[in-house]
Nanobody
């Protein structure tokens, strides 16, 4: 069973930055398309970033494009999300996602989910 463990969340002021990490175990990390989704209270879970297996291509919705950067280190089985210029509306629980299909990942699906990490943007 593949396990995803997110970390790096916290409280940050508007305009600040955070870097999230997701460690993947019990699986072949490099064979998965990876991504991040988030869920705010009372809202649906939404896709925020995706990356191909070798890291060559990245995908973002308009809401975060230019502010968030996804990356991966296949040697360390770790996925990252650098979040800059954070806004209060970015507050949510952030989840790491893994899928064998790129289209499914970009539609917010995942074969496995971690416990998530809370990001709160507030002054």
């Amino acid at each position: 069973q593949v396990q995803l463990v997110e970390s790096g969340g916290g409280l940050v002021q508007p305009g600040g930055s955070l870097r999230l990490s997701c460690e993947v175990s019990q699986g072949t990390f490099s064979t998965y398309y990876m991504g991040w989704s988030r869920q705010a209270p009372g809202k649906e879970r939404e896709f925020v970033a995706g990356i191909t297996r070798n890291g060559g291509n990245t995908y973002y919705p308009r809401s975060v494009k230019g502010r968030f950067t996804i990356s991966r280190d296949n040697a360390k089985n770790t996925l990252y999300l650098q979040m800059d210029s954070l806004k209060p509306e970015d507050s949510a629980i952030y989840y790491c996602a893994a899928h064998s299909g790129l289209s499914a990942l970009l539609n917010g699906k995942s074969l496995y989910w971690g416990q998530g990490t809370q990001v709160t943007v507030s002054s």
